[in-house]
């Protein structure tokens, strides 16, 4: 199967091409006839959050996203509402309990703001469901058909790490806009004059959080249950500071298309941005989904006009001849990087510019991260002891260090 034959459904309609992926994402040529749980990309991302109908404006103003489909009471739908959101082949799914018996509200009161389903698209459920199930997986949905008038989506489920789940999903019959269930959806919202289009085009990855001593645990199940292989790892001086640590391990699909970091806490000094995570979030999640772009400056500058904070980086960081020799050349100057608080890394393959937000929600939890790659496949490696030490500072105003 050629990278093009490949593409998934969202990405076609957002007209990205192999090209554009292997620069935003860093897609890479596999064979998929060898790839026991084949995986053609990602999905949505669904959400549980506190209050969807304000969610939805949120990431329609602050992160420029396009409302395309909807789903509750008004369709049916007694138990929650359900905004569906785009932008490029980026899909979002915020969830709220509309019923107060609703599994939603139990998980946000559980949880707050947070991801519920990391869901995939697959070429055929029912042999990827076979395959985990043989592989120890919980499945917790057995594959059905949901058909209306737009055609038939094939789904299944299985459990992942804490109350997370990964939906697979096959739309190659379909043509909706979203799932059976949901009717297409507009906003009355309109973006500011002269606001990009879309400030992000593509999902780069999503990073789980995991409890002590059970990192290796979920690296073997996506080997082993689903086919990814071992990207890269984090361990030791590579991920730590003077005053907490961790550890992280990456793995990936076969063409890196969809990328799982993996972390736990490590023994330090003081707690770790994990163990803060896994206190508040009560239990393992995700922790940061990590957006691609191919104008990091612009995107930035177009989230702080809608107020979104990022986490500040010391002026010392772009002052350091160590990080001007390392990183050499890259597009934009060091000083229109330093007025943004843009971190820049650089390997073998390239280099990539990256930025991350505070905490999205009331809880100190989930945030995002903004990445620009070029060439490079990594995750900004020379960048982790800058990152960590301003999340350390974050978590010492909260009291949590």
Known sequence: MSLQDALTNEERLAELDVDALKQ??????????SDPFPVTGWDAAVWAVGNATQSAHFYQSAFGMELVAYSGPETGNRDHVSYVLKSGAVRFVLNGGVHPDSPVIAHHAKHGDGLTDIALEVPDVDACIEHARAQGATVLVEPHDES???GTVRLGAVAAYGDTRHTLVDRSRYDGPYLPGYVARTSSYRKRAGAPKRVFQALDHIVGNVELGRMNEWVDFYNRVMGFTNMAEFIGDDIAT?????????VANGNHRVK????????????SQIDEYLEFYDGPGAQHLALATNDILRTVDALVEEGVEFLATPDSYYEDPELRVRIGEVRVPIEELQKRGILVDRDEDGYLLQIFTKPIGDRPTVFFEFIERHGSLGFGKGNFKALFEA??????????F
């Open 260 to 271: 799982f970091p993996l972390n736990e806490p490590a023994v330090g000094k003081k707690k």
């Open 391 to 400: 999340i350390e500072r974050e978590q010492e105003k909260r009291g949590n």
């Open 242 to 250: 003077d005053y907490s640590a961790l550890m992280s391990k990456v």
């Open 24 to 33: 935003l994402v860093g897609l890479v040529e596999y064979d998929a006839g």
């Open 148 to 150: 209306d008038e737009h």
